[in-house]
């Protein structure tokens, strides 16, 4: 029975990930990180994030490089990578509320 449970198993087709999309352009600096790091800030849905100054690091692993940094603006192409982020289960360092599918901005 065993064999035939693994057999069965090797024979199931398997779950459908998401298509990996090309990490977004660098994001262009708006303010010095040291001001965007010392002024206030204010947790944002990701998808309402495109405009605004990121206020704190994203660094989505794989690939393990920073998408933002402190004073970068978040565009549109950032917002859809970081979504694509979340859909396929990558872990996500620096956002400090990335489970709630939240982004730091200055306010």
Known sequence: RLIDGLKSLNDASP????????????????????????RPAEWVSITDATGRIAAEFVCPYPPGMPVLAPGE??????????SHVQNMGWEVRGAS?????KIGVVR
């Open 73 to 82: 603006e978040i565009t549109e192409e950032t917002v859809e990578y970081l």
């Open 97 to 101: 509320l990335w489970e709630a599918q």
């Open 15 to 38: 779950p459908r990930l998401p298509e990996p999309i090309a990490p977004p352009r660098w994001s262009k600096p708006v303010i010095d990180p040291r001001e965007a790091l010392s």
